[in-house]
């Protein structure tokens, strides 16, 4: 007589995959039965006042009446007097300089910030603790500093 092909290896491996299959079919039932008791949630829901969203309706005596004329769409131009005008041209100290690389750190006098300098930027041929004059521009990674001279 020949031995059944079913093994216990084989029996545990279909139980375990029966198991998967009615879990599976009880996760999806149950998904079912909250999205219909989901569904019986807030049908409306209204902006106070404060811009908050409720289930109640706002109180009409609270309602504000808008000129539509008064809105302004885009960009409201700036006011120029209020812009104090910057010297461009700021002084510093070379807190640090390599001839050899190329570049250094210089740091403003007025609010102790450190902007870089690189050689390029130079108008005058510069060293550790020199004071400077400089302009400032906008670089790959922060403020540079440019048109450097010595005082």
Known sequence: MAKSQQTFNKLEKEKKRLKKREDKLKKKEARKAEAKEKGKGIQFA???YNGNLTDTPPDPSQKIKVDAKSIEIGIPKRDDSDIEEVDPI???KVSFYDSSKGFGFII???NQEKYFCHVSGLLDEIAENDKVTFELERGMK?????RVKKV
């Open 46 to 48: 209204y902006v106070d």
């Open 90 to 92: 700021r002084n510093g």
């Open 108 to 110: 403003d006098t007025e």
């Open 142 to 146: 922060g403020m540079n500093a440019v």
